[in-house]
């Protein structure tokens, strides 16, 4: 799985719940430099909200 994490090349967010009673992981890396990971479900779940509203899709938004 360690080929899907993004990198400043291949810029992206990957969750990866390895079980359902393993803790949720997640990396993000944005092509405008920033870059988060976050362990855990609840964690997990605010990274990716965070993400849809500051970055990935929504620097195509309009937003910086
Ligand atoms: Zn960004």
Same mark, same amino acid.
């Given at each position: 799985?360690?080929?899907?994490?993004? $990198? /400043? $090349?291949?810029?992206?967010?990957?969750?990866?719940?390895? @079980?359902?009673?393993?803790?949720?992981?997640?990396?993000?890396?944005?092509?405008?430099?920033? @870059? +988060? $990971? &976050? $362990?855990?479900? &609840? /964690?997990?779940?605010?990274?990716? /909200? !965070?993400?849809? +509203?500051?970055?990935? @899709?929504?620097?195509?938004? !309009?937003?910086?």
């Amino acid at each position: 799985m360690g080929d899907l994490t993004p $990198t /400043q $090349t291949t810029p992206g967010l990957h969750i990866s719940k390895p @079980s359902p009673d393993a803790p949720a992981t997640g990396s993000a890396v944005c092509h405008c430099g920033a @870059s +988060a $990971t &976050a $362990t855990g479900d &609840a /964690q997990v779940q605010r990274l990716v /909200q !965070g993400w849809e +509203a500051n970055h990935g @899709s929504a620097h195509a938004k !309009g937003a910086k």
